[in-house]
């Protein structure tokens, strides 16, 4: 679960890599992370939030369930703190592939699909690949 959560991570500063974002530092990046992404961006690099506020709360779950196994000793380990991460962890695995579709098709829309009936894509940039 660790590893797949960095994994996460680590997809998400190349994601903000490619549109231009300069990821979080400090000491609670980790967290500052999860929660810019959450949020639509405004201004000259406006962008839609990447995840919906049941994402967000279950990749912090994630993330500190991997604080946990990080800093404590295998004898620390109490199965009752870990249910809620395992199940955060299920529910992410279940949607984040579908959110990142989601995330794309609104920052780089097919050219090839149906206008919406608008002057233009819905959004105020598109990224190339």
């Known amino acids: 679960m660790a590893a797949g959560y ?63 196994v990080r800093h404590s000793d295998y004898d620390d380990f109490i199965p009752t703190r870990a249910e809620p991460s395992v199940e955060a962890a299920r529910r992410v695995f279940s949607r984040i592939k579908e959110a990142i579709v989601q995330f794309r098709k609104q920052i780089d829309p097919d050219p090839n699909a149906e206008n919406d009936g608008g002057d233009g894509p819905a959004v105020a940039r598109r990224v190339d690949r």
């Open 6 to 68: 960095t994994s996460v991570e680590n997809a998400l500063k190349r994601i903000l890599d490619i549109l231009g974002e300069t990821p979080p530092s400090g000491d609670a990046w980790h967290r500052d992370l999860v929660k810019r992404v959450s949020r639509p961006m405004a201004g000259s690099g406006a962008r839609p939030a990447f995840f919906d506020e049941e994402m967000r709360r279950d990749l912090l779950e994630c993330l500190r369930m991997r604080h946990r």
